[in-house]
C-alpha cells in the first residue's frame, strides 16, 4: 500500500499525515477549509475538494474526524468513502467513536468487498507529533496485520484488540481511566493550594511515588502555567465519556467516578469552555 487518503486534518491529523509522508507514503487529503492544511500541502500532501476525489484511487483510507456523526457522514453518506473508495481498500477510523457504528461501517465495508478497521489513539498531540501514539485496533486480524506498516509509521503501542468495534472498547476504557486521573491530579492540586502547600514541590514529590502518571507529568505543568490551550478538547473529551457512559449502562454497569468528572467537564462546557484543554477542569475547583 503505497497511496493513502487521510480526512480529518486537525490537530492531531496533522502531526499523522507529516508522519506518514516521512515513512515515504503518498498523501492525499480533504479537509472542509484548505486554508487551514495549507502547511501540509506545502510539504506534499495533495489536496482534494471532496471526499470522493479524497479516496477514489487510494489503498487505504484513515479518517480521524470530531464526533461519532461526523464518522457516519464521511463514511456512510452519499458523497462518502463507502461509496467512492476503490475496491479492496483498507478503510481506518481512528476518532474515538461508537462501537455499534464501527460494526455498522464494518459489516456494510464487508459486503462491497472493503476491509474495515476501528483504530482510535491515546497519546494526544504530542504523541501524534513524535510519532508515538498507542494504536487500539478493532475488526479483522488479517487486516490488522495487512495495515501494520501504516500504524507502525504514527505509533509504537499498537495492539490488536479483537472483532469490529474493539477497538472503540478499548479507547473508551481508557478514557475512563484518564476521567479518574485528571479528576484526582485537580482535587489533589486543588486542596495542596488551599492548605498552603507549594504545589510545585508538592508534584515533585510524589511524581516518582505511588501517586506517579502521565497525566501528572503532562496535564500539571500547564495547570501551573495556566496553559489551557487544547492538546485534547473538552467537547470531546465529554463527547467520549458520554460514549463510555451509555456503553456501561448498556451492560449494567454503573461507572459513579466516570459520571462526575462528565458532570463537572459539562460544567465547562455550558461556561462556553468546550474549546479548552482537558487540564481546564481545575477551574471547576477554583
Known amino acids: 500500500m503505497k497511496k493513502i487518503g487521510f480526512i480529518g486534518v486537525g490537530i492531531m491529523g496533522k502531526s499523522m499525515v507529516r508522519n506518514l509522508m516521512k515513512r515515504g507514503y ?12 495549507e502547511d501540509v500541502i506545502a510539504e506534499g500532501a495533495v489536496f482534494h475538494p471532496s471526499i470522493a476525489a479524497c479516496v477514489k484511487d487510494c489503498d487505504a483510507v484513515i479518517t480521524i474526524v470530531g464526533f ?82 501504516i500504524f507502525e509509521a504514527m505509533g509504537q503501542n499498537i495492539r490488536y484488540q479483537g472483532p469490529a468495534g474493539c477497538g472503540q472498547h478499548a479507547k473508551l476504557a481508557n478514557q475512563i481511566m484518564i476521567a479518574g486521573t485528571i479528576s484526582g491530579l485537580c482535587e489533589a492540586m486543588a486542596y495542596a493550594q488551599k492548605k498552603g502547600l507549594n504545589v510545585q514541590t508538592l508534584l515533585d514529590s510524589v511524581s516518582t511515588g505511588a501517586a506517579a502518571s502521565r497525566q501528572l507529568d503532562t496535564v500539571s505543568p500547564k495547570i501551573l502555567a495556566e496553559n489551557y490551550s487544547p492538546g485534547f478538547f473538552i467537547k470531546h473529551f465529554i463527547k467520549d465519556m458520554k460514549l463510555a457512559r451509555d456503553e456501561a449502562a448498556a451492560s449494567g454497569l454503573e461507572l459513579e467516578v466516570l459520571a462526575t468528572a462528565l458532570a463537572n467537564y459539562e460544567s465547562l462546557e455550558q461556561e462556553g469552555l468546550g474549546d479548552l484543554g482537558t487540564q481546564a477542569l481545575i477551574k471547576h475547583y477554583q
Open 26 to 37: 503518498a498523501l492525499s487529503i480533504y479537509a472542509r477549509s484548505k486554508e487551514k492544511v
Open 68 to 149: 461519532p456523526q461526523d464518522v457516519e457522514q464521511v463514511y456512510l453518506g452519499g458523497g462518502g468513502i463507502l461509496a467512492h473508495a476503490k475496491a479492496g481498500a483498507y478503510l481506518i477510523d481512528m476518532t474515538t467513536s461508537s462501537p455499534k457504528l464501527a460494526q455498522t461501517i464494518y459489516q456494510q465495508a464487508a459486503r462491497q468487498g472493503l476491509h474495515s478497521l476501528d483504530a482510535p489513539v491515546t497519546g494526544g498531540d504530542i504523541g501524534a507529533k513524535n510519532g508515538t501514539l498507542a494504536i487500539l485496533v478493532g475488526g479483522g486480524e488479517p487486516d490488522f496485520q495487512a495495515c501494520l506498516p
